[in-house]
Every structure is written in C-alpha cells, then in structure tokens.
C-alpha cells in the first residue's frame, strides 16, 4: 500500500484591521518597518504590539509623543524617534490598513510654521565687512575656490562670535609679524593659518563679495615677492617648483608650503610639498 501523504495545515490568514491606536510602554517595541511610508516587515514573538491587534502589512501613520504628533515620516524617522524617547510613557502609535485607510496628512498650520523657520534659517543677513582678530589654534572654517569663500563653519569656531556667515569672502589676512596676504586661493590661506596657528595676532578681513571687491595687491608687495621668490630659492629648489606648476599646483601654494618645510629647516621633497598642499586644501 503506498502512504499517503499527511495534509499539511497551512496558517490561517490574520485579517488586518483598518486602524489600530497603540499606547507603547517604555523600551523597544520589537518590530521591524521600512520604506515611506513605514511599512510593519516583521514583528518579534513578545513584541508588545501583538496585544493591540498590529499585523505585518500595516503602515505606521501616526506617532504621538508627550503631546506632540508626528505625521508624514519616513521609516528612519520614526525609527529614530521612537528611539529617542524609549524611556518616555507617552508614546502612541497609529497603525493603518494601506489598503482601505489614506494617511493622515500634516496640519497646514505646521506646514506654514515649518515653512516659515526655514525661511528665516536661510535669511542670514550678510555684513558688508568683518574685522576678526582670531585666537591662536584651529579657526574652523572650510574654504573653498579662489578668493576663498566660506563654504562651511565648525561649531565651535570663534569666528560665529564676529558674525562670520557662510558665502563670505576671505579678502585678506595679516599675521602676527604685520605682512599682509592679498589675493589668496583657498590653499594659499590655509597653509598660512597652518603656519602661524600658535599666534595671537592674526586679523582676517570677510568681505560680502556682492558689495565689495577684493582688495588687490600693492605693487611694491608684488615686486617685493618676486624678488625673494628669486634670492630664497636653491637651483634644486626652483626645480621642484616647475615640476608641481607643470602638474597644476599654483605656484603661491607651492611657494608657501616649500616655505613651511625650509622654515622647519627640512630638506625639500615634492613628495612632501605636494602632500602638504593637498592636506593645506582640505
């Protein structure tokens, strides 16, 4: 007699309710979401959000924690939340059929007044000027092009308290010994402050490069950088620096960090120079 086959009992079908509003206590909730909108993918056996009737398939729509409601997120998002708050009593979440249910959308009031912060968080007023005697150490602030723009500042920058913004232009930089540095590239101004980073007394001038132009060089500056560019060289020396201006270095950023190594009293080696100018622009 041949056997037959024992009938395999196949799991019923959990129907999925149109909404479910889910108080959460404290700690992790076991399940896993993705996409936007946030889809339930899985759920651990002693999650919490068995109780309330949650099944896989449901879309997180709401979350409300300590009064305050959150619509239209991401799966991060509410991840995220929730994750900030895990000790917090007053979570609650509300869980859709995607299928007979449409999220719950985000009060127009809330648009306008998120609306309204960013518009105030983007107009940053932009001084013509700035005059800003930095501390000696880091001044952290990233530089980009020639002149150098401000791209990004560093929290901790000093340069928040002169009023320094994002889009400002470095016009010049004096340091402690009373040279003044024109026309710099966004290298250029970097290795200097590099260079000089345990003085007191460097000034940056800022300028708003729609109402100000940069300040150009003397002309006695000019000819007086010629001339030592010509007497502080050695033969091997000048010959590094064709080499870099042929691989597309400028040639004040090559001037200025050969300078940085010759002050040190250390032997000049492209290698080196060219490092140093990379590292100088970041």
């Known amino acids: 007699e041949v056997e037959m086959p024992e009938e395999v009992e196949m799991p019923e079908e959990v129907e999925m309710p149109e909404e479910v509003f889910a108080t959460v206590p404290p700690g992790s ?72 249910n449409e999220l719950t959308p985000k009060p127009a009031e809330e648009e306008e007044e998120e609306e309204e912060e960013e518009e105030e968080e983007e107009e940053v007023v932009m001084p013509a000027e700035l005059f800003c005697a930095v501390p000696a150490g880091p001044v952290g602030l990233k530089l980009e092009g020639k002149p150098p723009m401000v791209d990004k500042m560093a929290d901790f920058s000093c340069l928040h308290d002169f009023g320094v913004v994002p889009g400002m232009v470095v016009d010049t930089l004096e340091v402690e010994d009373g040279t003044k540095h024109y026309e710099m590239s966004s290298e250029e101004l970097t290795a200097i402050l590099q260079e000089n980073a345990e003085s007191e007394g460097r000034v940056l001038c ?56 010759k002050d040190k009293g250390q032997a000049i080696d492209p290698d080196d120079v060219m490092a140093h100018i990379i590292e100088s622009g970041e």
């Not at 068995?50 to 991060?76: C, K, R, W």
């Not at 940069?214 to 000819?223: L, R, S």
């Not at 091997?236 to 200025?256: H, P, S, V, Y």
Request: net charge negative; glycine share 4%; charged share 35%.
């Open 29 to 100: 909730l076991g399940f896993l979401i993705d996409g936007e909108p946030p889809l339930v993918q899985a759920m651990a056996d002693d999650s919490c959000l068995h109780q309330f009737g949650v099944v896989m398939g449901m879309v997180v729509d709401t979350l409300e924690i300590d009064g305050e409601t959150h619509y239209e997120m991401t799966a991060e998002e509410v991840t995220e939340l929730l994750r900030e708050n895990t000790d917090s009593e007053e979570r609650m979440l509300r869980f859709i059929n995607p299928d007979v």
């Open 206 to 261: 800022f300028i708003n490069p729609d109402v100000q132009e940069i300040t150009p060089k003397p002309p006695v500056e000019e000819e007086k950088v010629e001339e030592e560019a010509e007497e502080e060289w050695t033969k091997d020396e000048l010959e590094c620096k064709e080499n870099l201006t042929e691989m597309g270095f400028e040639e004040k950023a090559i001037l200025a960090s050969m300078k940085y190594f």
